[in-house]
């Protein structure tokens, strides 16, 4: 690989599969594969993780963004992939697609999401009051035109815990009880 190919996906070498051939491609668990195809004029920036594999003819841009996204995100550089060819995208669950409208914000999980177009205007926010937004997960504002690509199963590995610890009673009573969620632990 080449040096931000390597700084990138933290490997040396990339495999290259050609000629008539059959893959068998283990997932974990509750993944699934996808493949779009991209258009020469398709805009839309990925993550990075979820990018498994791009068909040879494709070009691969870096897109840096903002330093408060970066922060938030942890992730600095976005992939623009442009076509004809297509893109293998690893998800957690199903992947849907959902139209961006220029006047109504498209709020989406931070974790669930995978591409929106270049030219979107994004912010982070967070539902609800200030004291429910300790507990809320930061939220993707997107406004704009074009499609934007999420993933339906993100896994909540907090959420799964505590409902696996925690007994009927002791769920109840932190939610029903006034700070219940402070004071039973």
């Known amino acids: 690989m080449d040096i931000a190919g390597m700084y990138r996906k933290r490997k040396w070498i990339r495999s290259r599969i050609a000629g008539p051939a059959e893959l068998l491609l283990g997932m974990p668990p509750g993944c699934r594969l996808h493949t779009l195809q991209l258009e020469a004029q398709s805009d839309l920036l990925f993550d990075l993780r979820n990018v498994l594999f791009f068909t040879d003819g494709m070009t691969m841009k870096n897109r840096l963004q903002s330093f408060k996204n970066a922060v938030i995100t942890k992730e600095l550089v ?3 992939f442009a076509g004809p060819g297509q893109l293998g995208i690893v998800t957690t669950g199903e992947m849907t697609a959902l ?4 006047s109504i914000p498209l709020f989406v999980d931070a974790t669930a999401l995978i591409a929106y177009p270049e030219n979107a205007a994004i912010k982070l926010s967070v539902y609800g009051n200030s004291l429910a937004s300790q507990h809320m ?3 993707w504002e997107l406004i704009g035109s074009g499609p934007v690509l999420v993933q339906t199963g993100s896994a909540d590995a907090q959420l799964e815990s505590q409902v696996r610890q ?3 009673l002791r769920r109840t009573l932190r939610e029903v009880l006034p700070f219940g969620g402070v004071f039973i632990k």
């Not at 139209?99 to 220029?102: M, N, S, V």
């Open 99 to 102: 139209e961006l409208d220029p």
């Open 78 to 80: 976005r992939m623009r």
């Open 166 to 168: 925690d007994g009927l």
């Open 137 to 139: 997960r930061v939220q």
